[in-house]
């Protein structure tokens, strides 16, 4: 009996403790939920960022490695570049194309991605800027152009005649010819012995206006300098570009004596047109060729078998000398204080020849890649 | 059924006894629970405010230019103090998409990216000048006033906007391409409204009155600016202004109880963030 009594018994301890259960688990999961969500929105805020400081990543990439040829070679209005995508590290990477809106002025587009482990996106932000080309302006107004002593001797050559470099004739560069210069134009003294020629249209001009304040035009020395892209820090012996092994091949512009490669139009630095900037007097020895735009603030000294493609500019004297059987040769032009072109012997040659197509090309591909001054950061929708 | 007994008097209370103190138990614990959802749910609440509020203020100051030396249009901060600041917003940009004439601008509607559709009178223009394209030294954008506005219009290469201007000469001869920009005037601040202090904004080119838009934060130290120039240093130059350290400090609607037994209080959280000014790049 005592059994069957105690089977029939109804309490509600259970029940209430259900209830209590239910309500407080109910709490607890509002409240894990609520922190889940509060958890999950602060993730994607993270996410969104590593998007956005992403494609700032890609602009600045954009800016330190696209070259003035390849924004050049764009179509004003036309088809943008072809996407390039930079890994920044794990799961976030950076997709940048480059429009050309007239002939100076280029847009930037960088998507940021952050990616999951898979590679599905996660957050992507988009931005641009708007970049120009800072093209170095010079005026070249002959073959050679001095203030002081220009002495012109032995085998050495001296052109105002418009040249374009042989190499460069049907290997795709566009050379449109220009009106011929003065060969040598001076204000000093001009002294031409030996076997030395001097031509151009005319071969000799005496310009008693030009001096240090406007012997290269609009643009003065320190502003070109603030443009220079190589910076030399010695003396060069010999000079030639610099290709990594990777695939493709890449051109090494951080070594300092690849000039560019104007000699090979297959080389990836044929394109290549540092501004070379030296202070103090510098030697060039060796042989090999170079382009871009020389500056020395100082005095010049060239000696070997050296070829340079694009102007020449030296605050001080510059000498070249031939020897024996190598050349010197430059083209484009010389612009100095003082300038001695002497070959000492027979066989050797110093050569200077006027080219618009050389300093054209120099000029256009040293140009810098750099924002707008104002206003060119531009949030994308 | 005559021999089955019931509960005594003292078994019955000992029971209601114990009942009320296991219900008491609980209704302690569900109560507590209660509260700290609540709390939770208010400091998610705060919390995703500020970090929302913040987000967006960086967003609409980014775009800043300064320039120190430069014209008052190359200046995009027209006013500012520690709790509020008048500036020129950016709200979209594109490209000419053919020559413009002195009073009229037309843009490619592909090129277009903006967080709007351009508004006559609210908003303005900037119309980029190059000048001579060798050089950047004459490089200028020109403020231009928007006086109407048709979408519904075409350029050369699909669908355009149509911009009728104030009258400017420099615009005849620009080249198709040219990049263009518009903003309107916005002022953020401090605002007190139904006693309590928010984050409110106002279109001042469109002569709007402030609005709350986010809130409610902190009495008088809700809102805080602080302008610092290249070198990290706060200056009062508009034009140096290189970064801006904005704080946020939020506050909880209702008062929740904090902790166990805690007095029931309104919680507060803030946020601190710096912006980079994107356009004041430069010294």
Redesign the interface.
Known sequence: MRAS?LQDERG??LA??L??LV??GT??A??FF??R??EQ??SN?IYAAQAAEAAEAGISDGIGTTTAPSLLALT??GLPSNPVTVSLGSRVDATRQIS??????F?IRSTGTRRNGPGAPLATRTT?T?V?L??P?LLMRGGLSAIGQITVTGNATVSGIDTTPPLWTGAGVECPPEADKAGVVYNGTLTQNGSSVITGNPPKQSDPTMNPGNQLG?TGFSQLKNLATLILTSNISGIGPAVSNSAPPTCNTLVQNNWGAPLNTASPCFNYFPIIYHYGDLSISGSGAGQGILLVEGNLNVQGQVSFFGPVIATGSVNVRGTGTDDVKFYGGIIASDVQLDDNRLSGNATVLYSSCANRRALQGSGVV???????????? | MAS?RGFTLIEVMISLVI?LM??GA?YK??LS??R??RE??ER?NL??NV?IGS?AVL?DL??L?T?TG?SAG?NDILAKDVSSITYRA?R??G?ICQAPTATQVRISRISF???RDPLATRDSL?V?Y?GD????TD???LPVAITAVSTATACPAGAGITLTTSNKDSLVGL?????V?FFEVMELKLHQADGSSWLGARSVSAGEAVQPVLGPLVNDSGFVLKYLNAAGAETADRTAIKSILVTLRGISEGAVNVGIGGAPTRVQDSLVSQIML??S??P
């Open positions: 009594r509600m301890a209430v403790t209830f209590a309500i407080i709490l607890v509002g409240t609520s922190g969500l509060e929105s602060g805020t004003v209005g050309r809106l007239t002939s100076s002025v847009m641009g708007l120009r800072v093209t302006r609009g750099t924002r707008l001054a104002q206003r060119g950061w531009v949030q994308l929708y | 089955r009942m296991v219900m609980v614990l569900i629970s209660q700290l959802a939770q749910a998610v919390q995703s970090r987000l967003a980014r775009e230019n320039a430069e190359n950016m979209g940009a490209y990216s903006g967080y900037y980029f190059d394209p060798d050089t950047e490089d200028t954008w080249a198709s391409g040219t990049p920009r994107r356009n790049f430069r």
